[in-house]
């Protein structure tokens, strides 16, 4: 995921100013990506302008300088559909903000897209737990410098591991809970093929 992707999502619920922009993502976004500078964001801004995916009309402003509210153009609006669209690959993390960017920007655009996301996401997770959860974790004999207490530094490693496998849970259980929701939904909007 490119951090154009973010912007172009956004782009997509309404336009935004390069400082409203800023905002939104040092407090909404801070979780998807942090520490946003917004000279990053007006540089980002300036080559989608050069690219041909948004464009701008200027906002005069009393008292203040003026200031250039960004749109969509149809290019971008096809670049941003494309990624959508684009194959899901699960990071090794499920704590990567890919996941969530596609789920927030992307899914109010494709309900296809949406559900094959939080499916495969689903089944990798599911899977990792398959393979990971009851490893052996150990590290073989230890030859351990001066002052590391080995069965600390296990016990860490079991802490670790326990609030890891808490934190899959939590997160395959909430999958769970959005796909039956979503599934849902998509029945109930389908036409009715039904009796006449």
Same mark, same amino acid.
């Given at each position: ?12 619920? #309404?336009?935004? $100013? ?9 407090? !909404?976004?801070?979780?998807?990506? $942090?520490?946003?500078?917004? $000279? ?6 300036? *080559? ?15 008292? *203040? ?36 960017? *596609? ?21 990798? #997770? ?58 849902? !939904? ?11």
């Amino acid at each position: 995921m490119k951090f154009e992707h973010v912007i172009l999502g956004l782009l997509s619920w #309404r336009p935004f $100013s390069g400082y409203e922009l800023g905002k939104y993502l040092e407090r !909404e976004g801070r979780f998807i990506r $942090s520490k946003v500078h917004l $000279s990053q964001i007006y540089r980002l801004l300036s *080559r989608m302008v050069d690219s041909g995916w948004v464009c701008y009309e200027v906002q005069a402003n009393d008292g *203040r300088p003026d200031s250039k509210i960004y749109r969509l153009t149809e290019i971008g609006e096809q670049v941003l559909r494309e990624w959508v669209a684009s194959p899901y690959e699960p990071p090794s993390k499920f704590t990567d903000s890919e996941f969530l960017v *596609r789920f927030h920007y992307g899914g109010p655009l494709d309900r296809a897209a949406l559900l094959r996301l939080v499916r495969t996401e689903l089944e990798t #997770r599911k899977a990792e737990v398959s393979l990971y959860r009851d490893r052996d974790r150990s590290v073989g004999p230890m030859q351990p410098i001066d002052g590391v207490d080995e069965a600390l530094a296990q016990r860490l490693g079991d802490l670790i591991h326990e609030q890891g496998a808490a934190g899959m849970d939590l997160w395959i259980n909430w999958l769970e809970r959005v796909l039956a929701e979503l599934e849902s !939904e998509a029945t109930a909007t389908q036409p009715d093929s039904g009796h006449r």
